[in-house]
């Protein structure tokens, strides 16, 4: 797949060297992407995505603070996500099953990463079960190397960055 992905991104950026340098319009790139699936989707984070959707219409919807007797609640909501956020998302979730709370989904949707995951993009104002989504997330950025599909992905990002940081010629 990873090899498929970078195939149809060669060619396309063959082409438009190709359209740029003689004008001329190459269409093979074209119809292998056209033929591809989305070289930029990966099918277990819209499986995850779609998980999510289910579970949501499942979870209780009695969640909320529940214990208000913690002085932990009387911090504001941004400082507390401040803090959350230097926690490892392991500690946050244990900190919430101990108060007994959910710290709600405007915080689980602030920490999962759009950045490596551009399909979170587009349901971003879907109820989901953002929980479940950052979690499992997080665990699929940890066997990162074991997809092929991520692999690609970080490969593709890394050069993006590089590109960016490299000075202009004009």
């Known amino acids: ?3 498929r992905n970078l195939k149809g991104i060669l060619g396309i950026l063959r082409q438009k060297h190709d359209e740029w340098k003689y004008g ?8 292998y992407l056209m033929e591809a699936a989305d070289i930029g989707s990966f099918q277990p984070i819209q499986s995850l995505i779609n998980r999510a959707r289910r579970r949501t219409s499942k979870r209780s919807k009695s969640r909320g603070r529940l214990d208000c007797k913690s002085r932990f609640y009387y911090i504001l909501t941004e400082i507390l996500h401040m803090i959350l956020d ?3 998302i392991a500690d946050v979730v244990a900190v919430q099953r101990a108060l ?3 710290f709600g989904d405007s915080y689980w949707r602030s920490r999962t990463s ?9 349901v971003i104002n879907e109820t989901l079960d953002w929980e479940f989504l950052c979690l499992e997330l997080e ?3 940890k066997t990162w190397d074991g997809e092929e599909g991520l692999v690609c992905r970080r490969y593709l990002l890394k050069r993006l ?3 960016q940081a490299a000075p202009t010629l004009l």
């Open 1 to 3: 797949m990873a090899q």
């Open 24 to 31: 001329t319009d190459r269409s093979e790139a074209t119809e």
């Open 86 to 88: 230097n926690l490892p």
């Open 100 to 102: 007994t709370s959910y």
């Open 114 to 122: 759009i950045g490596i995951y551009h399909e979170v993009r587009n």
């Open 139 to 141: 665990n699929l950025s």
């Open 161 to 163: 960055d590089e590109i």
